[in-house]
């Protein structure tokens, strides 16, 4: 997200992107917060619409009531499109989603996209003390080359190695649950289910507590927003022991344990139909959510982690920002990671503007982070883990979230705290910037 309003303000920007050129499909959707829409306004050339619209978030009760805990629009799309929408934008990429390049401008910076390449190093420049020196690896072919740049911002997610460079090894971690994904055409659930979830996020938990599930529509194949072809998201989470998380995380296919994600494809059969007939026989899931589950094909696993928010974002005498994940990962109940990434790219458009002194975009940045850090803590020990973590978490946020109206007021700023914000985009990538 950075690099787009940096390209457009004349300035050159290399991204260096450690996975290859072709992506495998995400199954995930990526909430429109303020921040996004802020972004998009400013610098989306694209006319055509690409997410789909709700109305409301919305508790579904064992009995299938339905009860509404907050109004408001907001917009939902796929990591697919928004990622290829991106790519549009910055180096017209051309893909299903966009099969045309939007309109360049005479006052658009030079791009360059570099896939399959990844930072092992990063210094300052021994002849030009102003600059900083990336050391580049082809993953093919092991070449190595040097990239020299004024800024270097790192979006290389939460394992981040330009985070461990400057701040030690990663503390990345578990949280004890995961969460099970996968997708529905709208076309294959029954007219009641669909009903009962249009136009919403729905959230529902299990008659046990300890289980909690959201729904929600997206965009489907290449985009599509017509109805009936749009695509029924579904993340069911699951508290997980150490044990059980060696046998769920085994590939299907070669054995081997996967980290964090089982691929769509991967998951093993029996542990999948374990699951789904353990939600039916002990009636775990109201009947929507069940109908929903049950027709999913293709699931795919995801370990929830996070990572602490660091006291700093900003190295080098502010020649190397953190940003994203890479600064803190967030857990996805407020659904907020592309919000979050948004709202950096912001700062750091204002800051390479001169518009915001290096203080300020580490200390709105760092805040920033920290206050939805422990909003993100609140709704996850809320939903999935002890009731005492989650009141200790929601102190901890509404006192940040006070700190942070105190200093609006005092500065004449806006508060930091978005309400409603969605989001989840990881992008792995680290970007060169040359001002």
Known sequence: MCALPLKHAGHSVTIIERDGGDRESHQAGIGMGLDVYRLLAQHDRIRRPFSSRNTQVQLVKHDGSVQVMAYGRGGITTWDAFYYRLRSLFDGHVSSYYPTAPQSSD????????????????????????????????????????????????????????????????????????????????????????????????????LDQKQHCVIYIMPGPDGSLEPGERLINCAWYTNESPESLDEILTDRIDGHRHRNTVPAGRIRTEIWDARVKAARDKGMLAAPFLEVVEKIE??????????????????????????????????????????????????????????????????????????????????????????????????????????????????????????????????????????
């Open 107 to 206: 006052k658009d910076g030079h791009v360059s996209y570099e896939s399959g390449q990844e930072v092992i190093d990063i210094a300052r420049d021994d002849e030009d003390d102003s600059q900083m020196v990336l050391t580049v690896r082809n993953r093919d072919t092991q070449a190595v080359s040097k990239i020299r740049a004024d800024l270097v911002i790192a979006a290389d997610g939460a394992s981040s190695s330009i985070r461990a460079r400057y701040l030690g090894a990663h503390d990345r971690r578990s949280v004890g649950y995961v969460t099970w994904r996968g997708t529905v055409p709208e076309s294959k659930v029954s007219e009641a289910t669909l009903q009962t979830l249009k136009r919403s996020v729905s959230l529902h938990r299990t």
């Open 298 to 435: 293709r699931p795919f696993l995801q370990v929830i982690t996070e990572t602490d928010p660091p006291p700093h974002a900003a190295f080098e005498d502010g020649k190397v920002l953190l940003v994203g994940e890479a600064l803190c990962q967030l857990r996805p109940h407020t659904g907020f990671s592309s919000a979050h990434a948004a709202f950096h790219a912001l700062c750091v458009h204002e800051y390479v503007r001169g518009r915001m002194t290096l203080g300020e975009i580490d200390d709105s940045v760092t805040r920033f982070a920290r206050l939805h850090w422990w909003q993100s803590l609140w709704y996850g020990e809320m939903y999935q883990g002890r009731k005492i973590s989650a009141l200790v978490a929601a102190c901890h946020f509404w006192w940040h979230a006070t700190v942070d109206r105190f200093r609006a007021w005092r500065t004449g700023r806006k508060p930091l705290l978005r309400v409603g914000a969605a989001a989840q985009a990881d992008e792995s990538v680290v970007a060169a910037v040359a001002i």
